[in-house]
């Protein structure tokens, strides 16, 4: 089954319980201005409401040259600190969407992922990347922090002196050097691959619970910024939540009754 949703400047279409999203304003590198964020938005609200059959997500970039090449400059040039507050809320607002939705996300990285579009990615569950991928958080040299989640993000994700070293400098990080680092979880030679490769590690998801996938990742988001201790409190909450629920009865009788589920 194939459901498809127009908006100005972002594409989006499910198959086979995969959603893909793509960031379509490839003659500006595919640059977040406040349209794509409000229809990032509001798509990411009507998928949280109404999954639309989408069992995994996976975001692109449209075009050849980049994933997202950043929060638009041009944009940003001449906004008030009123207008930069709402921006960034907004930026930071589609982040955090993207983390709290109850299903497995993955940022599939060809090209520049730059600022914004380095951010945008790590609010995916997992970025998987092809060897042109270019990461970075350049604004330092704008005169400008990152403002939609990478000074929080970045830290939590490679550690705080390895994201330092990138934000304070802003340079620009290689597709091999950003898997070295782990903020890339798979490298693949060809965007081909790359989206064969987000495609499969879906696919595999999808045999799987949804409940216990999305039971799953709020444990780990809930629990990263926490305690060991709180964690473990966390996560037995939601190990209890799932009990007897009726994927995983439907799991565990499956697996007695050798036969394979089906979710
Ligand atoms: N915001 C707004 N427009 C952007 C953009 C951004 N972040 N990144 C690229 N673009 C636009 C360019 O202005 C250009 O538009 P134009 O054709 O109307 O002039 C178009 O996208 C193509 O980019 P261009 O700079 O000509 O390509 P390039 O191959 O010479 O350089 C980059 C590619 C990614 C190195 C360069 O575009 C760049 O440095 N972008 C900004 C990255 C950044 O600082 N991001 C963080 C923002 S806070």
Known sequence: MSTTK??????????EGIGY????????????????????????TSL???????RGLILTGAGERAFIAGADIAAMASMSKEEAREFGRLGQEVSERFEQLGLPTIAAVSGFAL??????????????????????????????IPGFGGTQRLPRLVGRGVARELIYTGRNMAATEAKDIGL????????????????????????????????AKMAINDGSDVSLSEGLNIELDRFV????????????????EKRKPSF
């Open 48 to 54: 949280h409401k109404d999954s639309q059959g989408c």
């Open 241 to 256: 939540t799932i009990f007897q629920s009726d994927e995983m009865v439907e799991g565990t009788t499956a697996f007695l």
């Open 21 to 44: 999203l793509t960031i379509n304003r490839p003659d500006k590198l595919n640059a977040l201005n406040q349209t794509v964020l409000s229809e990032l938005g509001e798509l990411l």
């Open 6 to 15: 127009q908006f100005e400047t972002i594409l989006f279409e499910v198959q």
């Open 115 to 144: 600022g914004g579009g380095c951010e945008m990615a790590m609010a995916c569950d997992m970025i998987f990347a092809d060897q042109s991928a270019v990461f970075g958080q350049p604004e330092v040299k704008l005169g400008l």
């Open 184 to 215: 890339v979880v798979k490298l693949l030679s060809s965007r081909d691959e790359l989206m064969a490769a987000a495609k499969s590690t879906i696919r595999a998801m999808i045999k799987c619970s949804p409940l216990a996938i999305s039971e």
